[in-house]
């Protein structure tokens, strides 16, 4: 790419020349009418999921490069999908935009979403472009599941195991690690560059979905409990804590999540406090695992066919509290709530 073409704006090529560079990342044969039309399978319901990605609430040029946070913006929908049993078909992309920003940097944003998506197989299928006095991204995912195999957040029973599907607080470890550098100091450089790479190209958990439908088909009496798939879920975007709350306020039960059994990455002992280690896994978020309520024989099956970083965390109780517990008795218990995390409009 040249001096001049790197240093335009979209001030100076305009709705339509932008659109023009931008419909380059999407299949032809989709784009060019006021909408996508998306074909589903037979006997399959149609998964809708919108973020919306604020910079310097989300992202920021210190933290995130454009291919970065188009990686994360894509990630954090194919992650809302995977939370609910659907595979990824498409999706749109709307922009809001200052006039004077660059377009090469739009141009990597979609290179970012680009990479990303195509490890799935899912294309861009249309979006819209507006001016932002702030870089504004807004993505809408479109997914397909089987009716029988949606997971919803409701479906929480007393009895069931609590599976986290992979390591928490990386997110936040490497968020940290970017905004100050001296931290970490004993950390190996590999150490570092994967808690970083773990802020700004997180997967989502799409491949837990085959192998949790390969260990529910010998167990078919247990695939319906009034109908329904005895599986409640969702991902931990949002934390750890969060998610397990939300389950619980859905399923109208409570919850004991042990200390000792939430899988934290190994390098945290390198740097972290453990009461930092436990903050960043319960409250950090962006980590994108699914978190899952499963009858016992299941969980455990799912946690052997995932291998390391996944683990049964906790377990679904009667009541309505969400209690982190220590069997070592080395931190008191404590009740959990929405209040500790992060939330938008606390300040």
């Known amino acids: 790419m040249n001096s001049e073409l790197s240093s335009q704006q979209v001030k100076d090529i305009g709705e339509q020349g932008l659109l023009e560079r931008l419909q380059r990342f999407c299949p032809p044969e989709i784009i060019g009418d006021d909408a996508a039309v998306l074909e589903t399978a037979s006997e399959q319901s149609l998964v809708v999921t919108t973020d919306v990605l604020v910079d310097g609430v989300h992202f920021s040029n210190i933290t995130t490069s454009p291919e970065d946070a188009g990686w994360r913006a894509v990630a954090a929908n194919l992650s809302d999908l995977a939370a609910m049993g659907a595979s990824p078909l498409g999706i749109t992309v709307g922009l809001g935009l200052p006039s004077k920003l660059k ?177 960043y896994a319960l409250y950090g978020g962006e980590d994108f695992e699914l978190v899952l309520c499963l009858p016992q024989e299941l969980a455990s099956a799912l946690v052997q066919h995932l291998g390391e970083g996944a683990a049964i965390a906790g377990r679904i109780t009667a009541g309505s509290t969400v209690i982190l517990h220590d069997e070592q008795k080395k931190f008191p218990d404590q009740v959990l709530s929405l209040s500790q995390g992060f939330q938008h409009f606390s300040q």
Request: hydrophobic content about 40%; some cysteine; aromatic content about 4%.
């Open 103 to 279: 377009v090469s940097w739009v141009e990597r944003l979609y290179q970012g979403m680009t990479e990303c998506l195509q490890k799935y197989n899912t294309p861009i299928v249309g979006g819209d472009v507006v001016r932002s006095p702030v870089t504004t991204l807004a993505i809408t995912a479109f997914g397909q599941v089987n009716p029988s195999q949606i997971i919803r957040r409701s479906a929480a029973v007393v009895g069931d195991a609590i599976v986290v599907t992979g390591v928490h607080g990386a997110s936040q470890a490497g968020l940290e690690l970017l905004l100050h550098p001296e931290l970490g100091q004993n950390l190996k450089d590999a150490e570092r560059t994967a808690l970083i790479r773990a802020h700004q190209r997180p997967q989502p958990r799409l491949d837990v979905l085959p192998i949790l439908w390969k260990i529910l088909t010998p167990n078919s009496q247990l695939l319906t409990l009034n109908s329904r798939l005895p599986i409640a879920g969702m991902d931990s975007s949002d934390g750890l804590a969060d998610a397990i709350i939300q389950i619980c306020r859905a399923s109208g039960v409570g919850a004991v999540l042990e200390h000792r059994q939430i899988p934290l990455p190994k390098t945290f002992n390198h740097w972290l406090t453990p009461e930092q280690a436990l903050e």
